[in-house]
C-alpha cells in the first residue's frame, strides 16, 4: 500500500505545514459523488485518527482513512499549474473509469465501500 506525492506537491503540502505547523499532515480520500460515484478529498488534517493508514515523505504525513485506502492505493498525488490555476491533480491505478466532466471516478466493483 503506499500514496505519493510528486515532487511540486510535496512542495506545496511543505508549505502548507509550514504555514499552519499545528496541523498533523494531509488527508487524502474519497467521497460519494459526482455521476461516475467517487470524488477526492484532500485537506490538511488536524490530527491522526487511530484507524488512518499514515504514509511519510520527506517528513509529510498523508492519512488516508480505511474505508477510502483500497480506493486510492497506489496514488501518486501531483499539484500542477496551467496559466492562472492551480490544481491537486491525481493518477491512481485504481480508476477503472471517469465522468465526462471530471469530477468522479468509478473502480473495481468489489472495492467500492
Known amino acids: 500500500m503506499s500514496i505519493q ?7 506545496r503540502v511543505q508549505s502548507y505545514l509550514a504555514a499552519e505547523p499545528a ?27 487511530d484507524a488512518d493508514a499514515v504514509f ?25 499549474k496551467q496559466g492562472l490555476n492551480e490544481q491537486f ?6 480508476v477503472k473509469g471517469e465522468c465526462g466532466c471530471g469530477e468522479s471516478f468509478t473502480t473495481d466493483p468489489d472495492k467500492a465501500l
Open 56 to 80: 511519510e515523505q520527506a517528513g509529510v504525513k498523508i492519512l488516508v482513512d480505511p474505508a477510502s485506502l483500497p480506493l486510492v492505493d497506489g496514488t501518486e498525488i501531483d499539484f500542477i
Open 89 to 94: 491533480v491525481f493518477r491512481n491505478p485504481q
Open 5 to 11: 506525492l510528486a515532487p511540486s506537491a510535496l512542495e
Open 23 to 49: 496541523k498533523a499532515g494531509l488527508r487524502f480520500g474519497v467521497r460519494k459523488t459526482g455521476c461516475s460515484g467517487w470524488g477526492y478529498v484532500i485537506e490538511m488534517a488536524d490530527a491522526v485518527n
